[in-house]
């Protein structure tokens, strides 16, 4: 292993964490990064407690055993499922690294960009059920009332490349309509999935534009810049040289072709089995 590549890690079940990883990127411009999709097992969404929190680990881990000191759950259903008990369990077997997650930065100031004090979730399945949104925003915010909408077929229509089909365009616009007529005094929407930021285009077509959709890289990412302002010991050991390397736990042409038709990135991924 390169000693000198000593990255942060950034995981999502799929292609949704690299719009995280985009916008912490433009915020850290030299840092050295490590991403892992677990593509082949994507999605995580509809997956129980325990087997999301069995596969977010194992990827953890991986991400530990190749150098990264710092991992980023850019995931919110592991970030639901998982965060806690790898942080207050398996941590400890780790003193020296961290992992952290997207709900938190997110749920501190979301509060304040309603004036309605009522604030729509999309997000999977998992972290619907979770509560994990309604619990945290009301820590932060208790004014404000949290409304929410599971959308389960937005993340296989993305990892499927079908999110820009007539089909799938129709499956979208149902959820949402449906969503909005149930709570119209929404006036803010999170995208509490990190996949949904690729539906962005679409969204705006067809949300009314008084309501404020809210992508969590914009958040995540001046809040990762602070967090390692504030732990300069953890900061100091990571590498600054620029670097991504991306893993996927699928097929590399499958992921490199997919990021390039989502994204417009050419990446060149490298395939890994998980132990
Ligand atoms: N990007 C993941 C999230 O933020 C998607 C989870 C899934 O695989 O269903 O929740």
């Known amino acids: 292993m390169n000693k000198s590549f000593s990255p942060i890690g ?24 490590l991403y892992l999709g677990d593509n082949a097992r994507a999605p995580y969404g509809t997956r129980s407690f325990d087997v999301v929190y069995e596969y977010t680990l194992q990827c953890v881990l991986e991400l530990f055993e190749r150098n990264c000191d710092l991992v980023i759950l850019a995931c919110n259903t592991a970030s639901a ?37 009522t604030i729509g979730i999309m997000a999977t399945e998992g972290t619907v059920k979770s509560q994990s949104y309604r619990i945290e925003i009301q820590k932060f915010h208790p004014e404000v009332t949290v409304v929410q909408q599971a959308c389960p077929l937005w993340v296989p229509l993305i990892e499927n490349k079908a999110y820009n089909s007539k089909e799938g365009k129709k499956f979208i616009e149902k959820d949402i309509q449906r969503f909005l007529s149930q709570y119209p005094s929404v006036d803010v929407i999170v995208l ?7 539906l962005l285009p ?4 067809i ?69």
């Open 10 to 33: 950034v995981f999502d079940s799929g292609y949704g964490g690299l719009t995280v990883l985009n916008s912490i990127r433009k915020e850290l411009p030299e840092y050295d990064f």
């Open 81 to 117: 499922k998982a965060l806690r008990t790898i942080q207050q369990g398996e941590l400890k077997n780790h003193p020296n690294k961290r992992v952290l997650g997207v709900i938190r930065p997110s749920t501190e100031i979301v509060g304040q960009f309603s004036k309605n004090k």
């Open 192 to 198: 509490a999935c990190t996949h949904y930021p690729l």
């Open 202 to 205: 679409y969204l705006k077509e």
């Open 207 to 275: 949300i009314p534009k008084n309501i404020k959709l809210i992508s969590q890289g914009e958040i995540v990412a001046p809040s990762l810049k602070d967090y390692l302002k504030r732990h300069d010991w953890l900061n100091k050991k990571i590498s600054k040289n620029g670097q991504v390397t991306y893993l996927t736990t699928e097929s590399s042409d499958l992921f490199n072709e997919s990021v390039e038709y989502i994204f417009g990135q050419h990446v060149n991924a490298k395939n890994i089995h998980l132990k």
